[in-house]
């Protein structure tokens, strides 16, 4: 263990600072010294809070003292994204018309991580309305990967990726409609999950107006952290129930107990034909294969229902719902590299004209969520790529002459699962220092900690997650 406390767990953090072995300000105060070095060649966090984050530190000592730890995340210094609402901040979702937007309340995220003792140091940045696989917007700037800056961070929780890739706080959260956790995982070398819909609040007091309703079914929130039991208290925290969610399934103790060992039967798809296929991908999940068959699981090289089917649906049924509101707000407030990213997304895209073709087109998640449903019977986790290239170059996603077709069958595996509500975590197997690496774990809905489990057989197999110096 480090003893710089800047680069410990959260998991270690909270355990010494429950324990008295160390104090959470003597952890913000590293943390905060950590985010002031290093913070600068990446633009990571874009709200610094170190007022905010020293008077909560000393609030969660004193509350040690008197009454114990208030929860898993206890002391803990962590960041936050800039799309969720902190009470008297703006959320900003980098979009310039939003720069006064302050949150009347905590939302949610906030809520729930403030009630589990954690220490929020600052917030990260997000593309503009947080819709880029790459996190660069005209109000906050752009945020670079801290392993090589020629590469995207991710997006688009890439704020988020980058920090906690970089040690500063001990855990990042994101949220995830389409890959935003799970994408600047794999991109910063770390671990992600996108929990299964429903678990996560994830209610905004400062919303302007209720989100459109395929939208509301597929954005969850999750954790970015350097290890997976990082994840798992971190889900302790999230899962907290809010009234104010109509979504939110009433699964908080899910988390509780300390993850197993159950191995299971694993379908590998470390090859298609639905996409071109660096071979470092397929070299990833072969390694990962071999590690979960070592330790007991029966793993099968399999072929999968179809990752592009899903991902077109996707595409078609969250292309046309953006088409019928959101979109319209990209092209009034949105900056001009999310006009071009989000022109690369409709490229193609069938324009649903009414109420009923819409209805049916959207009554084929059923269709698909049912194929997939009957898998997991046989297969309970599936082991696959994250996307089937590598960590792209940065901006790649408006650089002119792009092949949508070639870009989108690539991302097959990432963009297929949010609609119908899937989990997925995103595990660092094959990253080195400078260059990420990763696969996806993916499961039958609200089977999340069967991912962390899996994850967890990954994680004694490769190590300890260390944090990235972006300085060179």
């Given at each position: 263990?480090s003893?710089?406390?800047?680069?410990w767990?959260?998991?270690?953090?909270?355990?010494?600072?429950?324990?008295?072995?160390?104090?959470?300000?003597?952890?913000?105060?590293?943390a905060?010294?950590?985010?002031?070095?290093?913070?600068?060649?990446?633009?990571?966090?874009?709200?610094?809070?170190?007022?905010?984050?020293?008077?909560?530190?000393?609030?969660?000592?004193?509350?040690?003292?008197?009454?114990?730890?208030?929860?898993?995340?206890?002391?803990?210094?962590?960041?936050?994204?800039?799309?969720?609402?902190?009470?008297?901040?703006?959320?900003?979702?980098?979009?310039?018309?939003?720069?006064?937007?302050?949150?009347?309340?905590?939302?949610?995220v906030?809520?729930?991580?403030?009630?589990?003792?954690?220490?929020?140091?600052g917030?990260?940045?997000?593309?503009?309305?947080?819709?880029?696989?790459?996190?660069?917007?005209?109000?906050?700037g752009?945020?670079?990967?801290?392993?090589?800056?020629?590469?995207?961070?991710?997006?688009?929780?890439g704020?988020?990726?980058?920090?906690?890739?970089?040690?500063?706080?001990?855990?990042?959260?994101?949220n995830?409609?389409?890959?935003?956790?799970?994408?600047?995982?794999y991109?910063?070398?770390?671990?992600?999950?996108?929990?299964?819909?429903?678990?996560?609040?994830?209610?905004?007091?400062?919303?302007?107006?209720?989100?459109?309703?395929?939208?509301?079914?597929?954005?969850?929130?999750?954790?970015?952290?350097?290890?997976?039991?990082?994840?798992?208290?971190?889900?302790?925290?999230?899962?907290?129930?809010?009234?104010?969610?109509?979504?939110q399934?009433?699964?908080?103790?899910?988390?509780?107990?300390?993850?197993?060992?159950r191995?299971c039967?694993?379908?590998?798809?470390?090859?298609?034909?639905?996409?071109?296929?660096?071979?470092?991908?397929?070299?990833?999940?072969?390694?990962?294969?071999?590690?979960?068959?070592e330790?007991?699981?029966?793993?099968?090289?399999?072929?999968?229902?179809?990752?592009?089917?899903?991902?077109m649906f996707?595409?078609?049924?969250?292309?046309?719902e953006?088409?019928?509101?959101?979109?319209?707000?990209?092209?009034?407030?949105?900056?001009?590299?999310?006009?071009?990213?989000?022109a690369?997304?409709?490229?193609?895209?069938?324009?649903?004209?009414?109420?009923?073709?819409?209805?049916?087109?959207?009554?084929?998640?059923?269709?698909?969520?049912?194929?997939?449903?009957?898998?997991?019977?046989?297969?309970?986790?599936?082991?696959?790529?994250?996307?089937?290239?590598?960590?792209?170059?940065?901006?790649?996603?408006?650089?002119?002459?792009?092949?949508?077709?070639?870009?989108?069958?690539?991302?097959?595996?990432?963009?297929?699962?949010?609609?119908?509500?899937?989990?997925?975590?995103?595990?660092?197997?094959?990253?080195?220092?400078?260059?990420?690496?990763?696969?996806?774990?993916?499961?039958?809905?609200?089977?999340?900690?069967?991912?962390?489990?899996?994850?967890?057989?990954?994680?004694?197999?490769?190590?300890?997650?260390?944090?990235?110096?972006?300085?060179?």
């Open positions: 263990m003893s710089e406390l800047w680069a767990t959260a998991s270690e953090l909270a355990d010494a600072i429950s324990a008295g072995r160390i104090s959470s300000v003597e952890a913000t105060e590293s905060l010294a950590r985010m002031e070095a290093v913070n600068g060649p990446i633009n990571a966090v874009v709200d610094p809070l170190p007022e905010q984050a020293m008077e909560a530190a000393r609030a969660a000592d004193a509350e040690l003292k008197t009454s114990g730890p208030r929860g898993p995340l206890h002391g803990v210094p962590i960041t936050v994204k800039i799309n969720v609402d902190y009470k008297g901040r703006a959320t900003t979702n980098g979009v310039v018309a939003y720069k006064d937007l302050i949150a009347p309340e905590d939302g949610s906030v809520r729930n991580l403030r009630a589990s003792g954690a220490v929020i140091i917030r990260t940045n997000t593309p503009c309305y947080s819709m880029r696989g790459c996190t660069s917007n005209d109000l906050h752009h945020t670079y990967n801290p392993h090589d800056k020629t590469l995207t961070p991710g997006g688009s929780s704020g988020a990726g980058s920090a906690t890739a970089a040690g500063i706080g001990a855990m990042g959260h994101g995830d409609i389409g890959g935003s956790v799970r994408y600047p995982a991109c910063c070398g770390i671990y992600g999950l996108r929990p299964t819909a429903g678990i996560t609040a994830a209610y905004n007091p400062s919303q302007l107006a209720e989100r459109p309703i395929v939208s509301q079914m597929s954005s969850v929130q999750g954790p970015l952290a350097r290890s997976v039991e990082d994840i798992r208290i971190t889900m302790q925290a999230l899962a907290q129930p809010d009234p104010r969610d109509i979504w399934v009433p699964l908080s103790t899910m988390f509780d107990a300390p993850l197993e060992h191995p039967k694993v379908a590998m798809l470390a090859e298609t034909d639905e996409s071109q296929v660096d071979p470092e991908v397929t070299a990833a999940i072969r390694q990962a294969g071999a590690i979960l068959a330790a007991g699981y029966q793993v099968e090289e399999v072929q999968t229902p179809s990752f592009h089917e899903a991902m996707w595409r078609l049924i969250l292309g046309n953006m088409r019928g509101g959101l979109y319209q707000l990209m092209l009034k407030n949105g900056d001009e590299k999310l006009k071009k990213s989000m690369l997304m409709l490229e193609g895209i069938p324009e649903i004209e009414g109420r009923e073709e819409f209805l049916q087109a959207f009554a084929k998640r059923s269709t698909l969520l049912r194929q997939w449903q009957m898998f997991f019977v046989d297969y309970p986790i599936v082991l696959t790529a994250m996307t089937w290239i590598k960590p792209y170059l940065d901006d790649l996603d408006v650089i002119d002459g792009t092949d949508s077709d070639w870009f989108f069958r690539a991302h097959g595996p990432m963009m297929g699962t949010p609609t119908l509500g899937l989990p997925g975590l995103s595990v660092p197997v094959g990253t080195v220092p400078g260059v990420p690496m990763g696969v996806q774990l993916i499961s039958d809905r609200y089977g999340d900690r069967r991912l962390l489990e899996a994850g967890a057989v990954l994680e004694r197999a490769i190590g300890a997650t260390l944090p990235i110096d972006p300085r060179g």
